[in-house]
């Protein structure tokens, strides 16, 4: 289940949770929040700003944090410009809306990795590597297919032509192994004839 974690200012929790249905909602303390625990994880924050003042700015770089103002002055703080800022001017679906798609995007977990924004973590030991976009693209749609043809990818994700010559999809496939190897992921990416493989 997609899961973020949440913290308020205010006693809004209950109506949070009914506001993201389709997530897991970990309320937490402001203390927690300042001991800076959290790493690769999909955290809201509503604030009026002060609290802001007190959070280091690894929290904000190593996690995906939304913050959302409940009062009209920006908070200038260089610390929190990893951070995906709304103010409480904002509809409250577009907010519900903006705010889903940012943690559905950018945390994804299968098996025992997770994506987060372009990083795969190794969820068991932690390590990590980066992916670039395309790399990304093609792993999440072998997770959400398991089997898929070559020519597929190359006509989705690459944009080419189907009867184009190239070796190009097997060299990204080469690199998202390699990727998945280095973190000593379970997960496998098999190639036989035109099609290819996820299994673990």
């Not at 913290?7 to 993201?20: C, D, G, L, P, R």
């Not at 996690?63 to 951070?83: D, G, Q, R």
């Not at 006509?155 to 060299?171: M, V």
Request: proline content about 0%; charged content about 30%; cysteine-free.
């Amino acid at each position: 289940m997609r899961e973020f974690y949440f913290y308020s200012e205010k006693q809004i929790h209950k109506t949070i949770k009914e506001m993201f249905i389709n997530f897991k909602v970990h309320t937490v303390s402001e203390e927690r929040i300042k001991k800076n625990n959290f790493i690769n994880q999909n955290i809201l924050l509503i604030v009026g700003g002060d609290i802001l003042g007190g959070i280091n700015k690894s929290f904000f770089y190593n996690n995906n944090v939304v913050i959302l103002y409940t009062t009209n002055k920006l908070y200038n703080n260089k610390n929190i410009l990893e951070a995906k800022i709304f103010n409480k001017q904002i509809n409250i679906n577009k907010f519900i809306d903006e705010v889903t798609t940012s943690f559905v995007r950018s945390s994804f977990h299968h098996e025992d990795i997770k994506i987060i924004g372009e990083r795969i973590i190794n969820k068991t030991t932690d390590k990590e590597v980066f992916l670039t976009n395309l790399e990304k693209d093609i792993l999440l749609l072998l997770i959400d297919q398991k089997q898929t043809e070559k020519n597929f990818l190359l006509e989705s994700i690459l944009k080419i032509k189907k009867d184009t010559e190239t070796k190009t999809i097997e060299s990204h496939l080469t690199r998202i192994r390699n990727k998945l190897f280095k973190i000593n992921s379970k997960l496998k990416i098999l190639s036989k004839d035109d099609k290819v493989f996820l299994t673990s």
